[in-house]
């Protein structure tokens, strides 16, 4: 049996990988017209949707992957998220869960938008691009985009631990998150995912199960910095 689920997770991620990829290298290059014609906000929807429901389709079809949003009514009005980063599921399907999408700014490394493509999807969808590699600099941009973001009345998404860990208990989530928290009096919704279990970092190989992303209580505005890491560590140590 091992061998049969073995063998399965392997064919099953190579044809999701010829599938997904393909589809996503096109969709690229289609929607780029389209920010001549739609807003910024509708374009969110279409970009993030369009892929996210190709990728959920896609995973349960050729690896049996499914997955599970609890939480939701957490994540009313203007606010921060903060997820735990663990594979790419979470940058398409956070933003396709929630009904706002539109209203959404997500902080992404600053490397994404270097290539000539992608370089117009970040731009236009108006995400927050910092450079990891300056970390001063980065929380200046962080904070100033950020500003921005909540006078257009979007939301923000930002990954706690900067870049892809297996890591789910949130204690080691950066500064960036605070500092927005602090700056701009909004609350944070933590968000726990699991996807690790499933989608490996930097993994070609995926695995059968069901995902969860599980939308928590969010965090008032007000408390210290010493008080917002114990409340968002002990929300990540929450069992899903």
Not at 34 to 41: A, G, I, R
Not at 63 to 77: A, H, Q
Not at 139 to 149: F, H, M, P, Q, R
Not at 220 to 225: I, M
Request: aromatic share 10%; charged share 20%; proline share 3%.
């Amino acid at each position: 049996m091992k061998i049969l689920i073995n063998t399965r997770n392997f064919i099953g991620s190579i044809l999701f990988n010829i599938f997904f990829w393909t589809y996503f290298m096109i969709i690229v290059v289609v929607l780029i017209p389209l920010y001549c014609v739609f807003s910024y906000k509708t374009m969110r929807i279409i970009a993030y949707k369009s892929t996210a429901k190709a990728m959920h389709v896609l995973l349960r079809i050729f690896l049996g992957i499914k997955y599970e949003v609890t939480g939701l009514e957490n994540v009313s009005g203007q606010c921060i998220i903060g997820a735990n980063h663990q594979s790419m599921w979470e940058t398409l399907a956070v933003p396709d869960a929630i009904s706002d999408t539109k209203d959404i700014s997500v902080v992404v490394k600053k490397e994404l938008g270097d290539t000539l493509l992608f370089g117009i999807h970040m731009k236009n969808l108006r995400n927050i691009a910092i450079d990891r590699s300056k970390p001063v600099f980065a929380l200046k941009t962080l904070l100033s985009c950020g500003s921005e973001a909540k006078n257009s009345g979007d939301s923000i998404l930002i990954f706690v631990t900067g870049t892809r860990t297996q890591e789910q208990d949130g204690s080691g989530h950066k500064v960036g998150v605070y500092a927005l928290y602090k700056n701009l009096g909004l609350p944070v919704v933590p968000c726990r995912i699991d996807s690790g279990k499933c989608w490996g970092k930097q993994s070609f190989f995926k695995r059968c199960g069901t995902i969860h992303a599980n939308f928590m209580k969010p965090i008032q505005p007000g408390l210290s910095r010493e008080e917002f890491d114990e409340v968002m560590s002990k929300s990540f140590s929450d069992i899903i």
